[in-house]
């Protein structure tokens, strides 16, 4: 099949994309033929960790593939491209690929695998459906992350709130019922006006001759590059299409109207996804009341989908409605920066699992605040402020995906010892679980951004990114970093130092499992922190290109 | 002119009278003894035959079809071996008869519609047998399968159907098996009742569609000036033809047509025109329920597209806003379709018993089927052509959807357990498989990727969008959201409620067959849509819709 030079299929020619989301749902077989078998629940929990390690080097094999530096017409070279014609009647293709933005997320994902699966040995009840689940799960956000047609795109957005759903459903806590419902309805419902957007977009596209759901081509037309011959842009594409079908009689002829109402289509879906406030109401129930490996895998990874598809659909799709509205994006991120960080701060009496989800929340702030940056106005911004806002929105998504997984699995732990998730009922732990506090000490001091940790770094980059294009907000935005470090400060507090209560006076010390689930996260917080360039080389390039339209637009 | 060789063109019709005639006859051979045994055993008899003839007729459309690449037989293919020659002069007949061919005597059209519509009846035929199997009427068995036959005949014959009479004459033939099948329980006074209703609402609207009918007759007469020579007064080209001649009498043609909706919406059970639709659903036996939601609906619908696109191609309008020309079938059904996604998926919100959620889903997806009809208010030919075939692609995999969702019911019905939602409760702890499949067939019917469902709504969407029908595409699409939540009440019962009976629950191999071939055809359609909608794209090219 003829790929555009902006596309380059895998060097040896093997579907390496394609073995990777097959690799966790080969899992779930395995655990359906296991089950079968009657085998204990002992030997799938161990099986499935350790089939998890397969995604894991398979990642490997891919970055070890991935030419970091390769750009082309304009754009980041999208490699280890898989198509096949799939749909003929609606041109859709089976297209995989792998490019800055995605490659590092795919880390994420592979990383958060095992650890997920490692968290869920504590589960006791009908373990087999649950690891199935976990594969499923996993298996769904691989196959997102590398899908570039929006057809596969959209099913595996969808697919992945199935098994999240019951997981949440079925070994949850007292209140999973309404989260888990919230969760998948707020998630659906989100996605309609975008699922109606790419309909249009597709008939739209239909009428220059080019009829596709390829979001590399589409995404290469909003940004005003050729693509197959083609060189108009989005913007006018889809307004042509208005005006014939009629539209602009009634609304007006405004372009710019019309890019607008794609653009709240698909900020609405990513942003839910995001937890972007006012969006954002699901999710404290939803990490809450989920089981532990529900919360890693929701908060790690599946939050960081909405940030992604901001990134592939959003900023190239429709940027004049993206800079038009960065403003108001950099205002929500402000307010939800804000907004999570004293959500946290009321929670220090309270809840633990909650207290994390707030801070979730709040980082995912600074996500969007870059992404905002990034695409807006002023011009005294240099193109190296905006690639550095996105090369840091990427380093926090790992960064934020590493400490709170490692904190949700940690807490978790803390439950398993403690029963209890409430912060009134510890205190001292220090005494008794040394390597605990040690350990949850650098997840939280990750999370909250301490210089050489990775967290700090994807901090700065934002920070030093967004100040050229949004000064206020970001200095705003400070006050954020300070309540958080409060709150998890207050948390670590609460748990570890004062007096031990007698009745903890036994609590056992990390066991050696876990302390070596933990670790290797621990381990890429500390290298990230200390040399974070291999990860930012990744997006480097393809950001580069991205924020290009936006300086661009302004001359 | 009805010739000889137009025999193989209607074969499969024929073979489902002729295998009727069989079950009848073959029962009267039976012992007919009063004991459970003996009556067990007289019913199993007429089953299996059903089951196994039905599978039969359904093996030889296909080969007649030519659809399954490799199954074509060229003219000079030969060979030497004698019994493969033999076997390649019976395939090579077969598909003399296949797809293609004017309208038999003007009034059957053998085209790839209706070779298509006859696999996917025959096959729902099929697969309600097999539901059939484990669910044994024990009173006078013949009959209750003859009926289904004689109903999925009527059914074949439905979508063939040029011309008026044979319309009617096949609605008539599918509609009353279908009265007697809903009421065949006569213990139970609920079937009985829901069988007296079916008929009542089921003769009106025949009485309605008739009056339409007689209408357009007169419409045609009269504008010919009763210098008919030849008999083809009742043809929907010869409506069409005449109506594009236009005359004083056009404002009766519409309220013909309009009459003729009317009853034919009565049969697919469209909002305002459903009133029926949830006792019947709720109280048939369940393999029928599905049979009825299933077979009846997709000939329905397939009728429908072949008279409003055969015989009123002129008074087609539009249903944008604004339009200049808004009005005609596609706006009325426009509406219709409106009115019934917003009852259907409401109404289905409330309900306790599965059965009847499960009968108010039905009238919703009529609402979703619709708008591949409404497609035909586009300007140009390729999207109407890509209209029915969404409508098509849609009425497979909702037929597959909903007898497999109406064969989980059966499975618990036959191991003893009420249908309320309240009993679907901790079924996956009851019986894994059957909750997995359960839940394929209700994430399908909800739409959830990668399912069949997905694609058929995706699909179906994108074609009403291009006829213009902006504002009722957003209203199916939100109303699909509306709808995950009742379906998802139904996998929260199976997967986290405690189940209320800690017993295992078993499920009979025919049931379990069907349950597997519906399922499996979901996942297939989902993710290979390619499969088919090849194959059902040629319905416009060759039958020159």
């Known amino acids: ?555 | 002119m009805f010739q000889i060789t137009d025999i193989p063109r209607i074969l499969p019709e024929i073979l489902l009278l002729f295998l009727a005639l069989i079950v009848l006859g073959s029962d009267i051979f039976e012992k007919w003894g009063r004991t459970a045994a003996a009556q067990l055993e007289r019913a199993r008899s007429s089953a299996s035959l059903t089951a196994i003839g039905l599978g039969l007729i359904f093996i030889i459309t296909l080969l007649q079809s030519g659809y399954i690449p490799g199954t074509v037989v060229a003219p000079e293919a030969s060979t030497t071996n004698p019994l493969l020659s033999y076997l390649l002069g019976v395939v090579r007949n077969l598909q003399v008869g296949g797809p293609g061919g004017a309208p038999i005597v003007g009034a059957f059209a053998t085209d790839d519609l209706t070779m298509i519509a006859r696999l996917l009846l025959i096959g729902a035929a099929f697969l309600t047998s097999l539901l059939c199997l484990d669910d044994l009427p024990t009173a006078h068995p013949a009959e209750f399968y003859a009926m289904i036959l004689f109903a999925t005949t009527g059914m074949c014959l439905m979508v063939g159907a040029q011309e008026l009479i044979m319309a009617y004459l096949a609605i008539e033939l599918t509609s009353i098996p279908l009265y007697l099948l809903t009421g065949y329980v006569r213990s139970g006074s609920r079937s009985a009742e829901a069988g007296m209703k079916y008929f009542l609402f089921g003769a009106l609207s025949s009485a309605i569609l008739l009056y339409g009918m007689s209408l357009t007759y007169g419409f045609v007469a009269s504008n010919l000036g009763g210098i008919a020579v030849s008999g083809n007064l009742t043809q929907f080209e010869r409506i069409a033809e005449l109506a594009r001649d236009g005359g004083a009498s056009t404002p009766l043609l519409t309220l013909a047509m309009l009459l003729i909706l009317a009853g034919l919406g009565y049969k697919l059970a469209i909002v305002p025109f459903h009133g029926w639709a949830p006792d019947v659903y709720q109280a048939a036996p369940t393999p029928i329920t599905a049979f009825i939601s299933t077979a009846s609906k997709a000939a329905g619908f397939l009728l429908l597209l072949r008279l409003l696109s055969v015989a009123f191609p002129e008074s087609v309008g539009s249903a944008t806003l604004g339009a200049t020309n808004l009005g005609g079938w596609t706006a009325i059904l426009a509406l219709l379709a409106l009115l019934t996604l917003l009852v259907g998926n409401l109404a289905a919100l409330p309900q306790s018993n599965t059965k009847r959620l499960l009968a108010w889903s039905s009238v919703a997806h009529a609402g979703f089927l619709l708008l591949g009809l409404v497609a035909w208010a586009a300007p140009e030919r390729f999207d109407r052509e890509q209209g029915s075939v969404a409508l098509i692609y849609y009425l497979i995999v909702y037929t597959l959807t909903n007898l497999g969702a109406f064969g989980a019911l059966v499975a618990m019905s036959r191991a003893g357990s009420g249908v309320e939602i309240t009993d679907l409760n901790g079924l996956a702890r009851r019986n894994l498989p059957l909750a997995t499949m359960l839940t394929i067939c209700v994430l399908s019917l909800a739409g959830i990727p990668p399912l069949g469902g997905f694609f058929a709504k995706f699909y179906i969407f994108m074609v009403g969008w291009q006829s213009g029908a902006y504002w009722l595409v957003i209203v199916a699409l939100v109303m699909t959201v509306v709808s995950l939540s009742y379906y998802l009440r139904l996998l929260r019962a199976m997967f986290i409620e405690a189940p209320s009976s800690g017993e295992p629950l078993r499920i009979e191999p025919a049931t379990m067959t069907t349950l597997i071939i519906t399922t499996a055809g979901l996942v297939v359609l989902g993710l290979f849509p390619n499969l088919i909608l090849g194959l059902i794209g040629r319905v416009q090219t060759i039958a020159g819709l």
């Open chain 1, 1 to 555: 099949m003829d790929l555009p030079n902006y596309m380059l299929p895998a060097p040896d020619g093997l579907p390496w994309l394609t073995l990777l989301w097959l690799a966790p749902l080969v899992g779930v077989l395995l655990v359906g033929i296991a089950a079968w078998l009657g085998l204990e629940d002992r030997v799938v929990r161990i099986g499935a960790t350790a089939w998890m390690g397969l995604p894991l080097a398979l990642a490997g094999q891919i970055w070890a593939r991935f030419d970091a530096t390769a750009t082309a017409a304009g754009q980041g070279v999208v490699q280890l491209v898989e198509r096949v014609p799939w749909i003929s009647a609606i041109r859709v293709d089976y297209l995989l690929g792998v490019d800055g933005l995605s490659l590092p997320l795919l880390l994420l994902t592979v990383v958060m695998g095992p650890l997920a699966a490692l968290a869920s040995w504590s589960v006791r009840e009908r373990v087999k459906t649950h690891y199935a689940l976990i594969l499923l799960l996993q298996s769904a956000l691989l196959g997102f992350f590398m899908a570039l047609d929006f057809f596969f795109f959209f099913i595996f957005w969808e697919f992945s709130l199935v098994p999240a759903f019951f997981l949440i459903q079925n070994w949850g806590r007292e209140q999973r019922r309404p989260a888990a419902f919230t969760f998948f309805i707020y998630t659906m419902a989100g996605s309609v006006g975008m699922l109606l957007f790419f309909q249009i977009i597709y008939l739209a596209m239909r009428q220059v001759g080019l009829p596709t759901f390829n979001l590399i081509d589409l995404g290469r037309l909003g940004r005003g590059l050729e693509v197959a011959g083609v060189t108009g842009n989005l913007r006018e594409i889809l307004f042509g299409y208005m005006e014939q079908i009629g539209v602009t009689g009634v609304l007006g002829r405004y372009p710019l109207l019309y890019t607008s109402i794609a653009f709240w289509a698909i900020f609405i879906a990513f942003a839910i996804k995001l937890a972007v406030w006012p969006f954002h109401t699901w999710l404290p129930d939803a990490y809450s009341e989920a089981p532990i490996a529900g919360s890693i895998l929701l908060s790690a990874v599946m939050s960081k989908m909405g940030a992604y598809g901001m990134l592939r659909i959003m900023l190239p799709f429709v940027p004049d409605a993206s800079q038009y509205f960065a403003p108001l994006m950099g205002g929500l991120a402000l307010v939800g920066i804000l907004a999570g960080a004293f959500g946290a701060l009321a929670h220090i009496g309270g809840d633990l699992k909650r207290l994390i989800a707030y801070t979730s929340i709040n980082h995912m702030g600074y996500v969007m605040l870059a992404i905002a940056a990034a695409a807006a106005l002023p011009d005294t911004a240099g193109q190296d402020s905006r690639v550095s806002a996105l090369n840091g929105a990427v380093m926090q998504l790992v960064a934020h995906g590493l400490s709170t997984g490692a904190l949700f699995y940690l807490a978790g732990a803390l439950y398993e010892r403690s029963g209890s998730w409430s912060l009134n009922d510890v205190g001292g732990l220090r005494h008794v679980a040394p390597t605990f506090a040690g350990v949850m000490g650098v997840a939280l001091f990750a999370n909250l951004g301490l210089p050489g940790l990775a967290g700090f770094v994807g901090e700065f980059f934002i920070f030093r990114g967004a100040w050229a294009t949004l000064p206020l907000f970001t200095a705003l935005a400070t006050i954020g970093l300070v309540v958080t470090a409060l709150a998890l400060l207050l948390m670590f507090q609460r748990i570890f130092l004062g007096p031990l209560p007698e009745r903890w006076a036994a609590l056992p010390d990390l066991r050696p499992r876990e302390l070596w689930s933990v670790l290797p996260l621990l381990g890429l917080l500390v290298a990230f922190g200390v040399y974070p360039l291999p990860l930012l080389r990744i997006a480097n390039a393809t950001t580069t290109e991205l924020v290009a339209i936006f300086q661009r637009l302004l001359s």
